[in-house]
């Protein structure tokens, strides 16, 4: 009889501990109150702040240009690599000088600032800092125009955007909206600004996107995102939820706690938490691990100590187009570190070389960087990861994203996930290296967004 009252109170005492456990991972934590208007210009915030929108032009001006020439011409000669070595080491410094010679002899800097320039760019002032964005209007009749904000990650700007801008504002034959679009330079990217003050995080990104929607006349709209244009546009959807009509996103993830205890169960039984055809993409958790171990040394070096990186990168070119065109080459396809390119060839080199020099010309690569540290370094980040959303969410799974959830995971951030496709093909800069697929599925994830915001209207 003892025993059976041992084994009993043993069991209700796990059952409870069991309870407590599921309870605390599903725990939802208030929102924190956040200054929707905090001040990131230089000094304090003036009594009347400017909210004109000016029309802006990029330039790469020949002194940039002189000067850039000038250090690619004069860079060290590189260290051989290892015999028997491609891309495994890091970025194979044989390639790297073709891109160099390219870069200095054949890339037309005025010729890719006026195609840069085909579209409508401009600047405001948000919380204290000048914003760049492109705006583009369709001129269509009788179809429905919904405005849509794209947000790029690092190391990119709005020049990400530049094959899918068209698409995203040309009619369709079977629908009946369009987009007007605004892609967002993020502060300290591009042709935006960059704060002097810590504490520009996601979430302040995220507020500040907002803010320009707001300025430009959106009260209610759309977002797209990837990379950090998809956790600050986590957050916006998150804080917003009344604002945003739908987001939809090529690398969803959901960093709630219950989801990491969901991704190390799953490895008990992966065949049942992840459709067989994706399990490699996740499981064994030991391979996930080392993947992102060996890629991800960049991260904590931005995550820690961004400035001192930083002035490699901002005195030498060379060394500036080394670490980018590695870093996006690995996440284009990261099978192909066995080849000379690192899977750069998967995006087109102009492209490439346009994302490098506007981060040349515009001395951004310390202050796109330090988001990284600012993403680790404040409670009210985990905090708003934490809070589930109710806005409708579409997503796309390329095969070379950087991580990969299944939807019975996402939905834990994302409860309304209306929309959900995953690849055999594509990347991390999907903007750049499948275009069409990215603006087939955004069209396609908005239409469910439509049916569902009808259906919880009426």
């Known amino acids: 009889m003892f025993k059976l009252i041992t084994i009993s109170s043993i069991v209700a005492v796990a059952a409870i501990g069991s309870g407590l456990v599921i309870y605390r991972l599903h725990l939802v934590p208030e929102k924190p109150e956040l200054d929707l208007q905090k001040w990131w210009g230089i000094g304090m915030k003036p009594r009347e702040e400017d909210t004109s929108i000016r029309i802006f032009n990029i330039d790469f001006n020949d002194t940039m240009i002189q000067d850039l020439k000038q250090r690619l011409r004069n860079h060290r000669p590189f260290t051989k690599p290892l015999d028997g070595i ?4 890091g970025i194979n410094t044989k390639y790297l000088d073709t891109i160099l010679s390219y870069w200095l002899e054949r890339y037309d800097f005025k010729k890719r600032a006026e195609h840069l320039n085909r579209y409508s760019h401009y600047k405001t002032r948000i919380q204290g800092l000048d914003i760049h964005f492109i705006r ?3 001129k269509v009749k009788d179809l429905k125009v919904l405005p849509l904000l794209l947000l790029h990650g690092w190391p990119s700007s709005s ?7 068209p698409m995203l504002s040309s009619k369709r034959s079977n629908r009946d909206f369009v987009f007007e679009v605004i892609a967002a330079d993020l502060p300290g990217f ?6 002097n003050k810590p504490g520009l995080n996601p979430v302040q990104i ?7 929607m707001k300025r430009l006349g959106f009260d209610k709209f759309y977002v797209q995102g990837g990379d950090w244009g ?3 546009a986590t957050h916006m959807v998150t804080l917003f939820p009344d604002e945003i009509l739908g987001f939809h996103t090529n690398m969803p993830f959901s960093s709630r706690l219950v989801s990491s205890v969901k991704m190390l169960m799953g490895s008990l039984v992966p065949s049942y938490a992840v459709d067989p055809r994706y399990v490699d993409r996740i499981y064994p958790l030991g391979n996930l691990l080392s993947s992102l171990i060996k890629e991800s040394g960049y991260f904590h070096i931005q995550a820690t100590k961004p400035d001192t990186i930083g002035v490699s990168l901002t005195d030498s070119p060379a060394g500036l187009a080394a670490y980018i065109i590695e870093k996006m080459g690995v996440v284009s396809n990261r099978d192909q570190v066995n080849t000379p390119h690192s899977g750069i060839e998967n995006l087109p080199l102009d492209d490439v070389l346009d994302t490098i020099t506007i981060v040349w010309a515009n001395n951004c690569i310390v202050t796109s960087s330090r988001l990284y540290a600012e993403a680790f370094a404040s409670p009210e980040v985990y905090i708003i990861h934490n809070i589930p959303t109710p806005v409708p969410t579409g997503v796309i799974n390329f095969k070379y994203e950087v991580l990969y959830q299944p939807d019975w995971i996402l939905k834990d951030k994302f409860p309304n996930l209306v929309s959900s496709n995953t690849l055999d093909i594509g990347g991390h800069f999907a903007a750049l290296h499948t275009p069409q697929i990215l603006v087939d599925d955004i069209f396609s994830a908005t239409a469910a967004f439509i049916n569902f915001n009808k259906r919880n209207l009426s």
């Open 190 to 195: 591009g042709f935006s600004e960059g704060t």
């Open 86 to 89: 491609q891309s495994e080491y």
């Open 230 to 232: 998809s956790q600050c």
């Open 136 to 138: 583009e209007t369709p």
């Open 159 to 165: 020049k990400e955007f530049d094959k899918i801008i």
């Open 206 to 212: 995220g507020i500040m996107m907002r803010n320009l």
